[in-house]
Each structure stands twice: as structure tokens, then as C-alpha cells.
């Protein structure tokens, strides 16, 4: 069973995942900018999910002005060419994360403080595996949201927000 949460990317991952950006940019002749690349290089270090926000708040301050159309184009972008995820959870905004190796997208919601937190468990896997080859079916991809209390929001409400079992 392996559980595999990293709040950061691996070393040097930001400058591969930019390279693989570039490139990108350059095989569909769209020009490499500034500001496009500042916008890549706060998602691919971040390590989490990031709103659009959250990125234009990254990047107040050193790498100059990013418009937020140039950083929703460049999160469309990062998602259109493989190399970020887009999540829905519900929030009214769409959050992003860096898109390495096959795409398991298992996250655990706060409904209080929206923080989110990705896991992978081996037993989901094997699960899934079964359940779809027991159907004929073939995965793709897979995306599972579980919605409750983080720890802290938990012992903050007490029991308040928890039904009666």
C-alpha cells in the first residue's frame, strides 16, 4: 500500500515541466513570453491546486504585471497540452495542478476551509483495474473527490456538523 502526498514537485521538475512548455508554445508557433512562462513556473513550483487567483497573487510583486486574460489563456494552454489537470470542486472557480505521470486525480475536500488534498492509494487502483475489466471497460482516467472536514475545521466545529449515526 503506498500513499503518496507531496506538497512540492521533485527538484529540478519546475525547469523540465518549462522546457516541455516552451516547446510546446513553439510547436503550436504561439511566441514564448514573460509573462506566459511566469504563469507556468508559479503552477509547476506550487506543488497544489491553484485557482487563476491564486496565481495572479503568486505573481504580484517580481515577475512584473500578468493580466488575469493572459493567465487563464496560459492555464488553458498548460491543461491543453498535458501538462496541468483542471479540477472542479464545486467552488465556483476551476483550480490547477501540475500534470505528472498518468493522471489519478484522488482528492480529499474541505467543505469549511477548501483546502484540498491529493492521495493515492494502490488499493483504488486495484479496484478499479478489476471493477473495469470485470465490465469489458477501459480507464482512461479517474477522478475521485471526497467532501467532509479537514482535521482542523473537524475539531473547530466539534460536533456540530456531524449527522447522528
Known amino acids: ?24 508554445l513553439q510547436e503550436r508557433h504561439l511566441p514564448v513570453t ?59 472557480f476551476k483550480r490547477y495542478e501540475t500534470r505528472i505521470g498518468p493522471a489519478h486525480n484522488d482528492h480529499l475536500v474541505c467543505t469549511s476551509c477548501g483546502e484540498v488534498v491529493e492521495f493515492h492509494r494502490d488499493e483504488l487502483d486495484s479496484l478499479q483495474e478489476q471493477v473495469a475489466r470485470d465490465r469489458g471497460f477501459h480507464v482512461l482516467t479517474r477522478q475521485l473527490k471526497l467532501y467532509g472536514l479537514c482535521a482542523l475545521c473537524d475539531s473547530e466545529s466539534g460536533d456540530a456538523l456531524r449527522p447522528a449515526i
Open 34 to 92: 514573460h509573462q506566459r512562462e511566469a504563469v507556468a513556473q508559479v503552477l509547476f513550483e506550487s506543488g497544489g491546486h491553484l485557482s487563476a487567483d491564486d496565481v495572479a497573487e503568486r505573481l504580484r510583486g517580481g515577475n512584473g504585471h500578468v493580466g488575469k486574460a493572459t493567465i487563464y489563456r496560459t492555464l488553458g494552454l498548460l491543461v491543453e497540452v498535458g501538462l496541468a489537470a483542471e479540477h472542479d470542486f464545486d467552488e465556483g
Open 1 to 24: 500500500m503506498s500513499e503518496v502526498v507531496t506538497p512540492r514537485p521533485p527538484l529540478g521538475c519546475a525547469a523540465v515541466m518549462l522546457g516541455l512548455f516552451r516547446a510546446a
